[in-house]
């Protein structure tokens, strides 16, 4: 059961989190052109989003936990408890993730200037005979 286990409740948590910050994130660029936008935007989801694998010890007996966490945050405890090997490997990961986000973010911001090249191509032979039309037809409103 999901409520019962913890570990897909605080991925499914994490998962929902990330989504908002990453869409209030998209909204909050709103000034910058579409380009750059998404660019920074998909290298946050890169970041956000790239899993990295740790372990932690668990007692003075020896045992350890070993888990996946997003690689971010096994970074940032990594460089709080000092372990530069866990820390060095983890933010190697955040970091092809940034330029594989970024790139996605690129290609997307390609395919949708493709598309509409294309529509603009397509239908700008109809929208010059749709305005000459539109002028002939065209009437001021009437009060009354």
């Known amino acids: 059961m999901l409520i019962s286990d913890s570990i897909p409740l605080l991925w499914l948590s994490y998962a929902a989190l ?9 909204l909050g660029l709103a000034f910058l052109p579409r380009l750059p936008r998404l660019v920074i ?24 936990y070993t888990g996946m966490a997003p690689a ?24 092809v993730g940034a330029a594989l986000g970024g790139l996605l973010g690129l290609l997307l911001w390609r395919r949708g200037r493709m598309a509409a090249r294309r529509a603009d191509g397509e239908s700008s032979g109809e929208q010059a005979e749709k305005k000459t039309s539109r002028a002939d037809q065209r009437r001021e409103p009437v009060v009354g």
Request: hydrophobic share 55%; charged share 5%.
């Open 72 to 95: 971010v945050v096994v970074g940032g405890l990594a460089f709080l408890e000092g372990d530069g090997g866990t820390m060095a490997s983890a933010l190697l990961l955040v970091a």
């Open 41 to 64: 935007t998909w290298a946050v989801a890169g970041v956000m989003w790239v899993p990295s694998s740790f372990s932690t010890p668990l007692n003075d007996a020896g045992d350890t």
């Open 18 to 26: 990330s989504l908002v910050v990453l869409g209030t994130g998209y």
